[in-house]
């Protein structure tokens, strides 16, 4: 680069007269402008590197880095343990040479220990939704048995209400035909005539049997002179 400035410069002091002059400044500027273009560089991306190799990887474009813990503000030691999270200014701009690029960084520590707080969150979430789907599956379950047990015993109900009822109607026809179908039942047979006899009251009150009421086993109009239907009465 010093170079080139001096032969720019030496080729303008070379010139003579007022045109010589003018071509001398534009080529100056012409080199001056080329200078800031060659110290300007693209930011490479080094987003998920370890601070020691983004480290050096920006020191080998003449940029410097400024790295800080942004997860828990410790002090950084060894730069192979950290990761880089964050970048300033972000990969692809323009910059020029010593301008410095700013770090933020998360030790291998802190991964580990968010990457297992996830992961065992994500179990418990799976594990409880696990839970959840089976407990919904059992309540579903005895929800369908209780229904099927309760239409099994109205339908039982039913059932039995229709056997009950048609027994009743055959035991009624049964009972209606049997009734038709009975003999009359025959008249009541006349009494016997009584074969016991007396042949006055006194062998009435001697036999215990005075007084005689009509209808009675030795009543006799004989015995009952008054006729009021008590014989031996006097």
């Known amino acids: 680069m010093k170079k080139t400035l001096s032969l720019v410069l030496l080729s303008g002091l070379m010139l003579t007269g007022c045109g010589g002059q003018q071509a001398a400044v534009q080529q100056a500027e ?3 402008a080329v200078a800031v ?3 300007a560089v ?3 991306d080094v987003m998920g590197l370890t601070l020691d190799k983004a480290t050096d990887q920006l020191k080998s474009l003449g940029l410097d880095v400024e790295a ?34 700013k770090l933020g960084v998360t030790s291998f520590d802190k991964l580990a220990a ?7 969150a994500a179990a418990e979430k799976a594990a409880a939704e696990q839970a959840a789907a089976a407990q919904a599956a059992a309540e579903k379950a005895a929800a369908d048995k209780a229904a099927a047990d309760q ?18 109607a055959v035991a009624a026809q049964a009972a209606q035909q049997a009734a038709q179908q009975a003999p009359a039942a ?45 014989g031996c009465d006097k």
């Open 151 to 168: 239409a099994a015993a109205a339908q039982l109900a039913a059932e039995q209400a229709v056997a009950r009822q048609a027994a009743e």
């Open 30 to 32: 012409t080199a001056t």
């Open 114 to 120: 968010d990457k297992a707080a996830a992961e065992k």
């Open 68 to 101: 800080v813990d942004t997860a828990e503000g410790k002090t950084i030691v060894m730069k192979k343990n950290w990761q880089v999270t964050s970048q300033d200014p972000t990969g692809g701009a323009s910059v020029s040479k010593g301008s410095t690029v």
């Open 186 to 230: 025959p008249a009541p047979a006349a009494p016997a005539p009584s074969s016991v006899q007396y042949a006055n009251c006194t062998a009435a009150r001697a036999a215990g049997a005075a007084p005689i009421y009509a209808g009675t086993p030795g009543y006799g109009k004989h015995l009952d002179r008054d006729g009021d239907g008590i």
């Open 42 to 44: 693209t930011l490479p």
């Open 37 to 39: 273009v060659e110290e």
